[in-house]
């Protein structure tokens, strides 16, 4: 079993489904630990109620991003964590992070990349008026939500939707598939060449 580090900022339902999805054995993985640069984060409590180690960093605390994600690698390697996933994280991951779990970031985004990157992307397509939108696993780069792509899912926009019905729609959406990508990882279905993901069958 391989061990999973998630970072999260907020209510971590994304968490969840990967904390579920573990324990029911539909990811050969567990959750090692849970690190938020949040303390009040609700994904931290999520973790403690499921026995899993919750850690809150405080970025304040650290002179830059170098520094701030040496102690997140510290972290993280002391709880042999092979993949690092993220989840509702809302902060760029720099070089420190990226260079000691090289190919082992993951994350999932709200909406069709390379379409709406960045933050609020249910709300960024809601408002730009697209008739599909949806969600992307895909490993992490140093761009902002450039990496390449692993899965998506794509979801119908309805003319009677707010930003907040398409997210929900949306989520159900990140639920399934964000399980489901780390499961092929896992299981080393996934094959990186360049920008392609190519799933083995
Ligand atoms: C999810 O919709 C996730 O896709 C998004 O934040 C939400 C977190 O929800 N992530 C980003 O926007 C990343 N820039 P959760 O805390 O309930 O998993």
Redesign the pocket.
């Known amino acids: 079993k391989k061990n999973i580090g998630v970072l ?1 900022s ?6 969840q489904s990967i904390m579920d999805a573990c324990a029911a054995g539909r990811i050969p993985a567990r959750v090692a630990v849970v690190i938020s640069n949040n303390k009040d984060a609700y ?1 931290l409590e999520r973790a403690r109620q499921a026995g899993i180690a919750a850690v809150a960093v405080n970025t304040g605390d650290y002179p830059d991003k170098a520094e701030y994600e040496k102690y997140i690698v510290d972290i993280l390697k002391e709880h042999n964590v092979h993949l690092v996933c993220l ?2 994280y ?1 902060r760029l991951v720099g070089k420190t992070l990226l260079e000691a779990f090289p190919g082992r970031v993951m ?4 909406a069709l990349l390379p379409a709406f990157p960045g ?1 609020h ?1 249910q709300e960024q397509a809601w408002r730009y008026g697209v008739k599909y939108s949806g ?1 992307t696993v895909h490993f992490v780069d140093e761009g902002m939500d450039t990496g390449p792509i692993i899965l998506q899912a794509v979801v119908p926009v309805h003319d009677d939707d707010t930003a907040d019905t398409l997210a929900a729609r949306i ?1 159900e959406q ?1 639920h399934r598939i964000y399980p489901e990508a780390i499961n092929l990882y896992c299981t080393g279905k996934l094959v990186v060449e360049g920008r392609k993901v190519r799933i083995l069958k």
């Not at 907020?10 to 968490?15: E, K, T």
């Open positions: 999260a907020g209510r971590g339902s994304n968490l994904a989840a509702g809302m994350n999932i985004h709200p933050l992307g969600c989520l990140e």
